[in-house]
């Protein structure tokens, strides 16, 4: 639940989310991204492996944070 919530969080605070999403598909993997200005908050996804990459921009908007997790790490967290 706690990686949960940080997510939520990231949602609710981050400035890319006001801007433009994209959405690249294909197969069993994807790419969503949203940018608004210097922001940019991305997940890169596969579901055959059960992982993705969610990468965003810092406080800044210069620095990136970048978290690698797979579905199970999730569950896992709890």
């Known amino acids: 639940m ?7 969080r990231l949602r609710a605070a981050h400035p ?10 294909g197969g069993t993997a994807g790419v969503l991204r949203w940018v608004h200005a210097a922001h940019r908050v991305e997940v890169a996804f596969d579901v055959a492996s059960r992982a993705f990459t969610l990468t965003a921009t810092g406080a800044d908007a210069e ?10 790490d999730l569950l896992a967290a709890g």
């Not at 706690?2 to 939520?8: F, H, P, T, V, Y």
């Not at 890319?16 to 598909?25: M, P, Q």
């Open 16 to 25: 890319a989310f006001d801007g433009e999403f994209t959405a690249e598909l």
């Open 2 to 8: 706690r990686a949960l919530g940080e997510l939520l």
């Open 63 to 72: 620095t990136d944070a970048e978290v690698r997790r797979t579905v199970d």
